[in-house]
């Protein structure tokens, strides 16, 4: 992860590493995800997976959603199907907004309780798609993410420091302004979250996106370095919607 803080001479700085080294994957096989291949689709076929405990998944390359076809690999895609069970623990045991910038390994059986591997990699969710109304997962979207792949990574922000920043003393707001960062880089080095710590942070203070240090060879996917990540702004100005600046 990342940090951000503020020192006694007032310069800022910010030091990141990541939470999905290839030690964090040896922990424990209970983050190694179990898949089966499935062969059919359809609304009717995801909905009994879902009846028998479940989820219909997708895993390819990331350069498939590329707009441009001839960039687009088609190769090492598979379809296939997750159990519940496994992925809800999985959210239970991770900081939810983390899941989809956190690698896992990912194993592909043969078929439910087979112990004929037909793939094994690490893999990246990207989406989760929910049913509006009730809230239960439908469907998951993996990417491959082994060490050396490029990804594009849309990274959460996790701002600390709320209860003691002197300007929220004060009666100051935080103004959240980037809920998420975009890097492009491996996949290895792309930090599950970057921690933003505002405790030292007065009125009219504000972090910039230039302030986080990540990896050297992560490329931040943004216009302009120099747009604030937040500010503490008057309380008569907190109520208003977070403003890009």
């Not at 090492?76 to 959210?91: H, N, S």
């Amino acid at each position: 992860m990342a940090q951000w803080w503020r020192s006694a001479a007032g310069n800022y700085r910010t030091m990141a590493a990541s939470r999905c080294s290839s030690s964090y994957f040896r922990c424990s096989h209970y983050h190694t995800i179990q898949a089966i291949p499935r062969e059919c689709t359809g609304s009717k076929v995801s909905a009994r997976d879902r009846v028998q405990g479940r989820i219909p998944a997708v895993l390819f390359f990331q350069n498939l959603l590329e707009k441009n076809p001839d960039n687009r690999s088609e190769s090492k895609k598979y379809l296939l199907t997750v159990e519940k069970k496994q992925i809800k623990a999985i959210l239970d045991s991770v900081d939810a907004p983390t899941f989809c910038s956190t690698r896992f390994p990912l194993q592909i059986r043969a078929g439910s309780g087979s112990s004929h591997l037909v793939e094994s990699g690490t893999v990246l969710p990207i989406k989760i798609h929910r049913d509006e109304e009730s809230g239960k997962i439908l469907n998951l979207v993996f990417v491959w993410a082994e060490d050396g792949m490029k990804l594009k990574v849309d990274v959460p922000v996790i701002f600390k420091g709320e209860d003691v920043c002197p300007g929220i003393q004060k009666g100051g707001i935080l103004n959240k302004i980037r809920p998420s960062l975009k890097y492009l880089g491996p996949s290895e080095h792309i930090p599950s979250k970057v921690v933003v710590d505002v405790s030292n942070l007065d009125i009219e203070d504000r972090i910039f996106m230039r302030d986080i240090e990540v990896h050297p060879s992560l490329k931040l996917l943004s216009k302009n370095e120099n747009m604030p990540i937040c500010k503490v702004v008057p309380t008569s100005l907190g109520n208003r919607e977070p403003i890009v600046e």
